[in-house]
């Protein structure tokens, strides 16, 4: 799935509403919920997308996923410390074939419930009983205008199959979710998937510009468009706003790398936002499993409470307590609590540094070299490195070491 | 904007694929959509509330007086609040 779609904009999007704060002391002495609960059901997938954010070392996670019942448990305690907002993802959560049963849980539970999918695997006979068991809304990845595009970035023949499901969902009186990577193959042709979107009757698009972790961060130099390529999507996505009448809602995630100051990471460590994932590691985020040093709890073993509430995991980075310079002493430090956590350890091998993104941190030349070894006709003609198992094994042990090397970390 | 303008007589409902519960956690009321939530402060609630479709914003208006008497100048708070409903598109008219 995206990254861009639950790690950013949607937790701004929250935020701004409830102001939920954290003076940087334990969750439990605060008001912290964990208001989004992503339940990251499998991380196998169909599709082989070039800028999944999914661990690049996914496979060691496929054989030992969590039960119907264990999963069912995790919804009832997290709906007990506050969860509301449930996305159920993956990988491709269909591949699973009890979503229904959780569905049917999650709607007893009272979550609003988003069902966050490529469409394969989403037939007449599921999403009827999705409806009927109670699933709010579905979140539909689209890839592009074109089927070249669509089938080359997923690295699969999935464009028919989108325009399909899509009808599907909209058929069976869903709002319809549009949610669209952006990356140097599609952004040249924003006005006309705006335009797919309006006309497939989309309530929502979020145009989610590809943050580099896991395998976008593999392939960065292959996927980031540029700066120009950037301000041109932003033009056209504002005018599309203001001329097109159209009542769709368009979210447009800014790329962190061409801003001066880094994004405000899940809106804080350990905030609103909890992941359980496939094997049923608890993360404040989609890949803080990159971080040195640090012990994630797993519902197999721990209660999700003390998890959230008082484990050093989800305690470490809380507040800004942690910062180091430039940060400590910044006066922007609450605006953006010193950015990203895991981007700063993969690009500087510190996680308290600050987000090399920020033009402030002493690495942000880190982020310069990215954006001109991405404009480096060499380096940019390195073949992507797909998504997939053979891939991910590949990483595993180490043969695609030259791809990741740079890295503090596995992505 | 005449079509933005709370008129006595109109009657407004939650929009589709929105809703509206009570969460105890944060002893609040809360409207939810997707890729989105937004907890209404004690007042806020109390409007969203009532709209089931068939009161009118004036039946709104005098339901809340005679539940909150003590409340002064409410009528243009609850205006307000549908104001912001709507802008935000957390409602439509019926």
Known sequence: MTQASLGESVVQKTIHATQAQNNGVAASATQTQPLWLLAEVTYRCPLHCAFCYNPTDYDKHTQNELTTEQWIQALRDARKLGAIQLGISGGEPLLRDDIEEIVVEA???????????????????????????????????????????????????TFELKKKVAAMIKGHGYPMVLNVVIHRYNIGHMKEILEMADALGAEYIELANTQYYGWSLVNRSQLMP???????????????????????????????????RPKKCMNGWGEVFMIVTANGDVLPCHSARVLPNMQFPNVKDTDLGWSWKDSPAFNKYRGDSWMKEPCRTCSEKENDL?????????????????????SKSPHHHLIEQAILDSRNPAIAAQPIVFRNDKNSKKIIAGELNDRVDEFHALP | ????????????????????????????????????????????????????????????????KAT????????????????????KTWIRKV
């Open chain 1, 107 to 157: 709607k007893k539970l009272g979550y609003y419930s988003n069902l966050i999918t490529s469409g394969v695997g989403l037939t007449e006979k599921r999403i009827q009983a999705f409806k009927d068991g109670g699933l709010d809304h579905i979140q539909l990845s689209m890839h592009d205008i074109t089927e070249e595009i669509n089938n080359f970035i997923t690295n699969t023949k």
């Open chain 2, 1 to 64: 904007m005449m079509d933005n303008q709370i008129q006595n007589e109109d009657i407004y409902t939650l929009a589709p694929h929105h809703r509206f519960q009570w969460e105890e956690a944060q002893s609040s009321y809360v409207i939810l959509f997707p890729e989105g939530m937004v907890k209404l402060h004690g007042g806020a609630g109390e409007v969203i509330k009532r709209l089931d479709g068939k009161a009118t914003v004036g039946d709104v208006v005098a339901d809340l």
């Open chain 1, 338 to 358: 010193g950015g990203c956590r895991c981007q700063s350890f993969l690009l500087t091998g510190d996680a308290e540094a600050a987000d090399p993104v920020c």
């Open chain 1, 226 to 260: 540029t700066k120009e390529q950037v301000d041109e999507a932003e033009r056209i996505t504002n005018e599309f706003r203001e001329k097109s009448g159209s009542k769709m809602k368009i979210f447009f995630v800014v790329p962190d790398y061409f801003s001066d």
């Open chain 2, 68 to 87: 909150f008497p003590d409340a002064e100048n409410i009528e243009k708070d609850i205006i307000g609040m549908y104001e912001l409903a709507l802008s």
